[in-house]
């Protein structure tokens, strides 16, 4: 068991992250209190996790330093919880998150041809069609699980449609995302966490064999979507490997489905609890929607926290930190910092300004599919209250229990005289 004593809880520890949600948010504003990173220590987990620890950056405008800081704070080896084994890497190839300059640029700016302004306003017609089908089947069917039937449904679908990925292989796709996400949860044993990482590793080989493979077929017989951009070289000369291809793809179903998944299954239930907000939302969506988002992304945090890897000594608000230190970076705590955000713990789709950091912290690493995630709620929202008006969330959501990933597994839902 990790052990810390001066905040009296432990950010390393299971039962830290079994708490609810508000207890959780009261210990990050303790911290926040405390005003320098509060170090914590980590159980060794053979092949999976070091045992070394990290120090705990609360405030806002340390997340946002550090971000904009890679020299100092990288993002090599890994910047996820626990790090991939060299092996992984060694066969799967690198994230473009686990990467710095020059690397990390070369990547970016290849892959950033799909989040285009160009790409983005093409996929319009595409995302619409996609929310049109969900109102559909959920009228028809009646509400379950609004993760199920609508928040899980439309970013993969979206993803899919960038691809090509063909209808036959998607609910393939869909099978293996559901593994990864579950294996961002926090883990209570070493059998069990073995057993998760074994079923994740086969999930990321068949989801990399499958799309290396589409990639070979485009290279031969080029279509409109982005694995032909992606593996033909374009006028620069610059193209993905079968590697990176495989390891975007993955990146891509797992990082572009989160955000937008569980901004929409946590904000269906913020605009239920909060009928206020709801009502000036209704009252004229395209004027409020767009800060209905960014407040629902600072509110929720999609990505609890990444880290980064400390490459030369530096001082940290009076604290040392010493080469091969970890900090994690807590996006949840610094989107309630009281210095920045005025009653950080009220929901208010008209806070401005909002400079939160749900996206991740300005630098290199800022969330290059921000600007989808937007559109994709902006139009499954606006599809939900303009064909079912009265929509709203049952009870609570039932959380993924995870120290990285703020997942909503399920979440009941009605409408009508439900």
Known sequence: MATVVEPGFDLADIAFWKKPLDERNEAFKRLRAMDRPVYFSEPKIPMLRSGKGFYAVVRHADVVEISRNPKVFSSEPAVTSPPPPAWVKTVFGDSIVNMDDPRHARLRRIVSRAFSPKMLNDLTDDIQR??????????????????????ARLPITVICDMMGIPEELREKVHRHVDVSTAYTGVRSSLGRTIRMAASNVH????????VIKLGHERVRNPRNDLISALVNANVDGEKLTDKELGSFFAMLLVAGNETARNTMAH?????????????????????????????????????IQFRRNVTQETELRGVTLKPGDQVALFYGSANRDEEVFEDPDRFDITRSPNPHVGFGGPGPHFCLGANLARKEITIMFRELFTRIPDIRTVGEPELLLSNFDNAVKRQPFTFGKG
């Open 203 to 210: 999930a990321l080989f068949e989801l990399q064999r499958m």
């Open 130 to 151: 996609a929310a049109t089908r969900i109102v559909d089947d959920v009228l028809r069917e009646g509400p379950r699980d609004f993760v199920e039937q609508v928040a």
């Open 267 to 303: 904000g269906l239930r913020l605009l239920t609890i909060n009928p206020d907000q709801r009502e000036l939302l209704l009252s004229d969506f395209d004027r409020y929607i767009g800060g209905a988002i960014e407040e629902m992304v600072r509110y929720v945090s999609p990505i």
